[in-house]
C-alpha cells in the first residue's frame, strides 16, 4: 500500500448504529487530518493530530470521536448520527508540526450514508 | 483569519482551449497556496504548490499557477485542456504562523471538458 489509504469506501448506517472510519498513511507522515466533504460546500476540517496529539476540534459534535493510536492510523468513531451527517469523509496526511512545506496528502475517501 | 475565494463555481471549456481558473485568497501574513483537483469519487490530488521564490509554479499534468501578491491571487492555468481534466479544482491557503499546517480551502471550481 502507498499513500494515504481508507476503509471502508463506502458506508451505509441507521442512526442507531457505530462505526469506525479507518485511515492509514504510508508516507512517514506526523500529522493527520479529518475533512468532511459535503455537496455544494467547503472541505470542513473537523480534526487535526500532530504527533499523536489532538489540536483541532472544529465544533464537531460528540457524535464523531476521533482516535489516534499511533502517527500511522486515525479512526474516526461514529455514533447516533443524523442524516445530514451523510457525506464525504476524507482524511490527510502531513509531515507535521513545524515541518514546512506541509502540504497534505489525501486518501480516497469514505461515502457515508446515514438512514 | 484566513480566506480563500474560488468566484467560478463552474467552467465550460472545449478540448484543447486554454483553462484558467482563478483563486483569491485574504491573509496578513506570507501565505502557503495549494491547488488540488479532484476526480468524481476520488480524495484530493495535488497540482501544485507556492512557498517563495519565483512566482510561477509548475505543477503535474501540466498545469501551472502564478502568484500574484498584489492582486492577492493565485490563478491555475492549462495551455490546452484534455479530457481528463475535467474534474473540480480546489485551491487552498495555509498560513506561515501556523505550525499545525491547517489548510482553508476554496469552495471549488467544477471544470466540465466539452468536444
Known amino acids: 500500500e502507498t499513500g494515504v489509504t481508507q476503509t471502508p469506501r463506502h458506508l451505509v448506517m441507521g442512526m442507531t448504529n457505530k462505526k469506525s472510519l479507518k485511515c492509514e498513511q504510508h508516507?512517514?507522515?506526523?500529522?493527520m487530518y479529518w475533512y468532511k466533504q459535503s455537496a455544494k460546500k467547503p472541505l470542513e476540517l473537523m480534526f487535526v493530530y500532530n504527533f499523536k496529539e489532538q489540536t483541532e476540534n472544529n465544533s464537531v459534535p460528540s457524535r464523531f470521536s476521533p482516535e489516534c493510536p499511533n502517527s500511522s492510523h486515525l479512526f474516526l468513531h461514529l455514533h447516533t448520527l443524523q442524516p445530514e451527517d451523510s457525506a464525504l469523509y476524507l482524511c490527510?496526511?502531513?509531515?507535521?508540526?513545524?515541518?514546512?512545506?506541509?502540504?497534505?496528502?489525501f486518501g480516497p475517501g469514505t461515502r457515508l450514508t446515514v438512514t | 483569519a484566513q480566506s480563500v475565494t474560488q468566484p467560478d463555481i463552474h467552467i465550460t471549456v472545449s478540448e484543447g482551449a486554454s483553462l484558467e481558473l482563478r483563486c483569491n485568497y485574504s491573509?496578513?501574513?506570507?501565505?502557503?497556496l495549494f491547488w488540488y483537483v479532484q476526480s468524481p469519487g476520488q480524495g484530493l490530488q495535488l497540482l501544485l504548490k507556492?512557498?517563495?521564490?519565483?512566482?510561477l509554479v509548475q505543477g503535474i499534468k501540466g498545469f501551472e499557477a502564478e502568484f500574484k501578491r498584489s492582486q492577492s491571487s493565485f490563478n491555475l492555468r492549462k495551455p490546452s485542456v484534455h479530457w481528463s481534466d475535467a474534474a473540480e479544482y480546489f485551491c487552498?491557503?495555509?498560513?506561515?504562523?501556523?505550525?499545525?499546517?491547517?489548510?482553508?480551502f476554496g469552495a471549488g471550481t467544477q471544470v466540465v471538458v466539452t468536444p
Open positions: 491573509y496578513g501574513a506570507t501565505p502557503y
Open positions: 508516507l512517514g507522515h506526523n500529522a
Open positions: 490527510a496526511s502531513s509531515q507535521g508540526r513545524d515541518s514546512f512545506p506541509y502540504e497534505q496528502y
Open positions: 507556492y512557498f517563495s521564490g519565483d512566482t
Open positions: 487552498a491557503v495555509g498560513a506561515s504562523t501556523d505550525s499545525w499546517g491547517k489548510l482553508q
